[in-house]
């Protein structure tokens, strides 16, 4: 079946440093991938997406590759703020039954000053 | 605009009690999709709404868990003879259309239900 396995956390960084958090996938076809974030107390909001092999998603300095050949969607961004403290959540859609979301256990990102 | 909504927020119930919960999608969406998120996981896909109809209930852990969407716009979730593994924070998404992999779902801030 459809799954997504994430980094676990907590990923423990200081303001300004380099983020990556890895996501890999297993998919019949070529699914689209996500990456939504929770900000502490609040609802899940998507951050970015890629619907194709090698398109980046960008979004807030954040980016992500679409890699096929080694079915990842890491996220990346060159400078982390303490403002981006949340969870994130990687997810794919599938073509087929490709209504639901498939989701990550999900990563905690702690940026101190 | 308005974003999708939930309520309530919270829900204490115990063991063996019936509840029902509500989301309101966004305006104008046709597809609905409720998740269950338990405390350290990832949200888990349960029911697929695409206007009055249920077209994937293919999550829904049992017979005690049921959604309708009487008028296409919002939805109820009912859960019978509620468990403590009930106990999750039940989001619900809607997005324009059903069509194709590519459309974006909202979600609303969930409802946090705790069976005791």
């Known amino acids: 079946g459809n799954s997504v396995t994430q980094m676990e956390g907590p990923v423990t960084l200081s303001e300004e440093a380099f983020l990556t958090i890895n996501c890999t996938y297993t998919?019949?076809?070529?699914?689209?991938l996500f990456w939504y974030v929770q900000y502490p107390g609040e609802g899940l909001q998507l951050l970015l997406k890629?619907?194709?092999?090698?398109d980046k998603g960008s979004n807030k300095g954040f980016e992500a590759t679409y890699r096929k050949e080694t079915t990842s969607f890491h996220l990346e961004k060159g400078s982390v703020q303490v403002s981006d403290s949340a969870v994130y959540f990687c997810?794919?859609?599938?073509?087929?039954?490709?209504?639901?979301?498939?989701f990550g256990t999900g990563t905690r990102l702690l940026v101190s000053p | 605009g308005a974003g999708v909504s939930q309520t309530p927020s919270n829900k204490v119930t115990e063991k063996g009690k019936y509840v029902e919960l509500r989301c309101d999608p966004i305006?104008?969406?046709?597809?609905l999709y409720w998740y269950r998120q338990s405390l350290g996981q990832g949200p888990e896909f349960l029911i697929y709404?695409?206007?009055?109809?249920?077209?994937?209930d293919s999550g829904l852990p049992n017979d005690r868990f049921f959604a309708v969407r009487p008028e296409g716009s919002v939805s109820t979730l009912k859960i019978q003879r509620t468990e403590r593994g009930d106990s999750a924070v039940y989001l619900c998404?809607?997005?324009?259309?059903?069509?194709?992999?590519?459309?974006?779902?909202?979600f609303g801030p969930g409802t946090r239900l705790t069976v005791l």
């Open positions: 998919a019949t076809g070529y699914p689209s």
């Open positions: 998404a809607s997005s324009p259309t059903p069509q194709g992999v590519t459309d974006t779902q909202y």
């Open positions: 890629a619907t194709k092999a090698d």
């Open positions: 997810a794919l859609r599938a073509l087929t039954g490709f209504q639901k979301l498939v």
């Open positions: 305006s104008g969406h046709t597809a």
């Open positions: 709404f695409q206007g009055t109809g249920a077209a994937d």
